[in-house]
């Protein structure tokens, strides 16, 4: 079964930089990614990386955030610096199987940007 654990959410200042981490199983992935969602907002797309390294981004956070992978350790990583509070959001981890092409939402981890 495919599971997905989420970590490196919290709570910043403006400024400050957290670093998130998915950890996923269970299956070999093709895109895995970050999403977020806003109180009031739709969930939006982040960062995707393809497992060939190719990145997307959206145009909020480029030059802040820096996605990455490891494909033997089926992680996909996110570096967020300078953030901002308009940053604040639920972050969700985001993988699609190779094999099956099925998509899998990890459960989300609060990050805050405050004062």
């Known amino acids: 079964q495919v599971q997905l654990v989420e970590s490196g959410g919290g709570l910043v200042q403006p400024g400050g930089s957290l670093r998130l981490s998915c950890a996923a199983s269970?299956?070999?992935?093709?895109?895995m990614g970050w999403y977020r969602q806003a109180p009031g907002k739709q969930r939006e797309l982040v960062a995707t990386i393809s497992r060939g390294g190719s990145t997307n981004y959206a145009d909020s956070v480029k030059g802040r955030f820096t996605i990455s992978r490891d494909n033997a350790k089926n992680t996909v990583y996110l570096q967020m610096n300078n953030l901002k509070p308009e940053d604040t959001a639920e972050y969700y981890c985001n993988v699609r199987t190779i094999v099956s092409n099925t998509d899998y939402w990890g459960k989300g981890t609060q990050v805050t940007v405050s004062p």
């Open positions: 269970g299956s070999i992935f093709s895109a």
